[in-house]
Protein backbone atom coordinates (compact mmCIF):
# COMPACT_ATOMS: atom_id res chain seq x y z
CA UNK A 1 0.00 0.00 0.00
CA UNK A 2 2.70 2.36 0.73
CA UNK A 3 3.98 1.44 -2.44
CA UNK A 4 0.74 2.91 -4.56
CA UNK A 5 1.11 6.15 -2.19
CA UNK A 6 4.63 6.59 -3.37
CA UNK A 7 3.97 6.18 -7.07
CA UNK A 8 1.10 8.79 -7.05
CA UNK A 9 3.60 11.16 -5.19
CA UNK A 10 6.20 10.46 -7.86
CA UNK A 11 3.89 10.65 -10.59
CA UNK A 12 2.46 14.37 -9.05
CA UNK A 13 5.75 15.97 -8.60
CA UNK A 14 6.99 14.85 -12.22
CA UNK A 15 3.32 16.44 -13.33
CA UNK A 16 3.87 19.90 -11.14
CA UNK A 17 7.36 19.83 -13.01
CA UNK A 18 6.42 19.43 -16.53
CA UNK A 19 3.69 21.92 -16.19
CA UNK A 20 6.26 24.71 -14.46
CA UNK A 21 8.42 23.96 -17.24
CA UNK A 22 6.36 24.42 -19.84
CA UNK A 23 4.82 27.69 -18.29
CA UNK A 24 8.03 29.20 -17.87
CA UNK A 25 9.11 28.29 -21.16
CA UNK A 26 5.82 29.47 -22.50
CA UNK A 27 7.02 33.30 -20.62
CA UNK A 28 10.48 33.08 -21.67
CA UNK A 29 9.51 32.55 -25.13
CA UNK A 30 7.14 35.50 -24.76
CA UNK A 31 9.49 38.26 -22.92
CA UNK A 32 12.15 36.97 -25.78
CA UNK A 33 9.90 37.66 -28.26
CA UNK A 34 8.87 41.42 -27.15
CA UNK A 35 12.64 42.07 -26.39
CA UNK A 36 13.48 40.77 -29.94
CA UNK A 37 10.30 42.66 -31.97
CA UNK A 38 10.67 46.05 -29.88
CA UNK A 39 14.51 46.10 -30.73
CA UNK A 40 13.60 45.26 -34.72
CA UNK A 41 11.28 48.15 -34.23
CA UNK A 42 13.87 50.56 -32.79
CA UNK A 43 16.53 49.74 -35.20
CA UNK A 44 13.94 50.17 -37.99
CA UNK A 45 12.43 53.32 -36.88
CA UNK A 46 16.43 54.92 -36.57
CA UNK A 47 17.07 53.02 -39.88
CA UNK A 48 14.61 55.06 -42.03
CA UNK A 49 14.81 58.17 -39.78
CA UNK A 50 18.12 58.20 -41.31
CA UNK A 51 17.48 57.57 -44.93
CA UNK A 52 14.38 60.46 -44.53
CA UNK A 53 17.08 62.96 -43.47
CA UNK A 54 19.48 62.21 -46.33
CA UNK A 55 16.78 62.29 -49.06
CA UNK A 56 15.12 65.66 -46.95
CA UNK A 57 18.95 67.49 -47.70
CA UNK A 58 18.59 67.45 -50.80
CA UNK A 59 15.24 69.29 -51.83
CA UNK A 60 15.32 72.87 -51.64
CA UNK A 61 11.67 73.07 -50.40
CA UNK A 62 11.24 76.78 -52.17
CA UNK A 63 11.52 75.18 -55.49
CA UNK A 64 9.42 72.13 -54.62
CA UNK A 65 6.93 74.85 -53.91
CA UNK A 66 6.73 76.65 -57.33
CA UNK A 67 6.70 73.48 -58.99
CA UNK A 68 3.91 72.90 -56.53
CA UNK A 69 2.21 76.34 -57.55
CA UNK A 70 2.92 76.11 -61.13
CA UNK A 71 2.68 72.17 -61.48
CA UNK A 72 5.58 72.69 -64.05
CA UNK A 73 8.55 70.53 -63.43
CA UNK A 74 12.32 72.00 -62.74
CA UNK A 75 15.41 70.36 -63.16
CA UNK A 76 15.60 70.47 -59.43
CA UNK A 77 12.35 68.52 -59.13
CA UNK A 78 13.64 65.75 -61.85
CA UNK A 79 17.05 65.48 -59.14
CA UNK A 80 15.06 65.39 -56.66
CA UNK A 81 12.77 62.68 -58.40
CA UNK A 82 16.43 60.65 -59.96
CA UNK A 83 17.42 60.99 -55.94
CA UNK A 84 13.80 59.39 -54.26
CA UNK A 85 13.94 56.72 -56.64
CA UNK A 86 17.67 55.91 -56.13
CA UNK A 87 17.13 56.16 -51.76
CA UNK A 88 13.73 53.71 -52.87
CA UNK A 89 16.06 51.41 -55.22
CA UNK A 90 19.03 51.12 -52.27
CA UNK A 91 17.28 51.17 -49.80
CA UNK A 92 14.23 48.68 -50.61
CA UNK A 93 11.45 50.76 -48.99
CA UNK A 94 8.38 50.25 -50.24
CA UNK A 95 7.37 54.12 -50.78
CA UNK A 96 8.74 56.81 -51.05
CA UNK A 97 6.74 59.62 -52.20
CA UNK A 98 5.61 63.19 -51.58
CA UNK A 99 2.37 64.33 -51.32
CA UNK A 100 0.76 68.24 -50.73
CA UNK A 101 -3.01 69.30 -50.36
CA UNK A 102 -4.21 71.46 -52.81
CA UNK A 103 -6.74 72.88 -50.52
CA UNK A 104 -5.26 73.40 -47.18
CA UNK A 105 -8.63 74.06 -44.92
CA UNK A 106 -9.18 70.14 -47.19
CA UNK A 107 -7.95 67.45 -45.64
CA UNK A 108 -10.09 65.26 -47.50
CA UNK A 109 -7.91 66.29 -50.83
CA UNK A 110 -4.73 65.14 -50.97
CA UNK A 111 -2.26 65.17 -54.17
CA UNK A 112 0.97 63.62 -55.70
CA UNK A 113 4.39 65.95 -55.67
CA UNK A 114 6.35 62.86 -56.58
CA UNK A 115 6.48 59.21 -56.24
CA UNK A 116 9.84 57.59 -56.45
CA UNK A 117 9.86 54.01 -58.40
CA UNK A 118 11.99 51.75 -59.23
CA UNK A 119 13.81 50.67 -62.29
CA UNK A 120 11.31 47.20 -62.54
CA UNK A 121 8.39 49.28 -61.51
CA UNK A 122 8.96 51.59 -64.53
CA UNK A 123 8.71 48.95 -66.79
CA UNK A 124 6.63 46.41 -65.58
CA UNK A 125 3.78 49.00 -63.73
CA UNK A 126 4.45 52.22 -65.22
CA UNK A 127 0.27 52.73 -64.80
CA UNK A 128 1.05 53.06 -60.40
CA UNK A 129 3.46 55.94 -60.83
CA UNK A 130 2.53 59.16 -60.01
CA UNK A 131 3.47 62.58 -60.74
CA UNK A 132 3.22 66.75 -60.23
CA UNK A 133 -0.42 67.18 -59.17
CA UNK A 134 -1.75 63.71 -59.52
CA UNK A 135 -4.71 63.31 -57.11
CA UNK A 136 -4.28 60.38 -54.72
CA UNK A 137 -7.10 58.10 -55.51
CA UNK A 138 -9.09 56.55 -53.10
CA UNK A 139 -7.75 53.94 -51.55
CA UNK A 140 -4.14 55.23 -51.64
CA UNK A 141 -3.61 56.37 -48.38
CA UNK A 142 -6.30 55.38 -45.37
CA UNK A 143 -8.29 57.92 -43.53
CA UNK A 144 -5.72 57.47 -40.65
CA UNK A 145 -2.64 58.54 -43.01
CA UNK A 146 -4.34 61.51 -44.64
CA UNK A 147 -5.05 62.80 -41.46
CA UNK A 148 -1.48 62.32 -40.35
CA UNK A 149 -0.55 63.95 -43.46
CA UNK A 150 -2.96 66.76 -42.73
CA UNK A 151 -1.62 67.49 -39.05
CA UNK A 152 2.07 67.57 -39.80
CA UNK A 153 1.54 70.50 -41.99
Do not use: H
Not at 51 to 75: F, N
Not at 78 to 104: A, C, G, H, I
Not at 111 to 123: G, I
Amino acid sequence: MAEAGQRKLSTKIIVYCVVFTAILSIIMGWLGYQTYSSSLLERYEIYVDSVLKIAASGIDGDEIRACIDTLQKSEGFNQVQLDLNTVKEESEMEYVYMVYFPDRQDPSRMAYVLNAYTEREFREEPETIRSLGDPCGEGDFDEIMMNLFYNSL
